[in-house]
C-alpha cells in the first residue's frame, strides 16, 4: 500500500506525464518544428536586374515566376518544385565571391552546356580556377563553374 508521500510523488509524476502529453514537451516540440522545416528560396543581389535576367533565363534556361512583390526590383525564379530563387536590383556588396560559396545546378549531359558557353562567350572553370576544364568527380559527375553577372559561383553539374 502507498503511503501519503508515495501517493503525492506518484500524482505530480502523472500529473507531470499527463502535462507533457498535453502540452509537449520541448524536445518534441523542437523535432516537430525541425520536421517542418524546408527549403523556401535563396536571394542573390544583382547590379544590373535586366542583365541578370538574361543571364539566368538564356545561360541557365530558369523559368520567371509570379513576383509576389509586384515590383521592379526583383524577379523571381523556378529552381525545383516548390523551391525559387531570387534576384533583387540593389547595392550589392563588392566583395570578391569565391568559388566554395556557389549554388549548383544540374543539366542532363555537361558537354552541351559546355557548347551553350562558348556560343555566347562564358567562361569556365574546374574547382581550381583552371580555364576551360571540366571536372570529373570520384563519383563520376562532371562539374564546371561559371559567374553570373554578378559574379556569384555557380556550379554546373551532370548529377542525375
Known sequence: MLNRIQFKSLKNGAFAVAALLLLGSPLLSNAQT???????????????????????????????????????????YSIAPNIAMHVIQAGCSTAPKLIADHICFSVPAISPFIALLKQKNIPYSNWKGVPNQVEHRVDGVSQVYIQDPDGYWIEINDAK
Do not use: M, R
Not at 51 to 74: A, C, R
Open 34 to 76: 525541425a520536421a517542418k522545416t524546408g527549403f523556401n528560396h535563396v536571394a542573390l543581389c544583382s547590379k544590373d536586374l535586366k542583365k541578370s535576367n538574361e543571364f539566368y533565363t538564356s545561360v541557365l534556361n530558369l523559368k520567371i515566376i509570379p513576383n509576389p512583390f509586384k515590383d521592379t526590383v526583383h524577379t523571381w
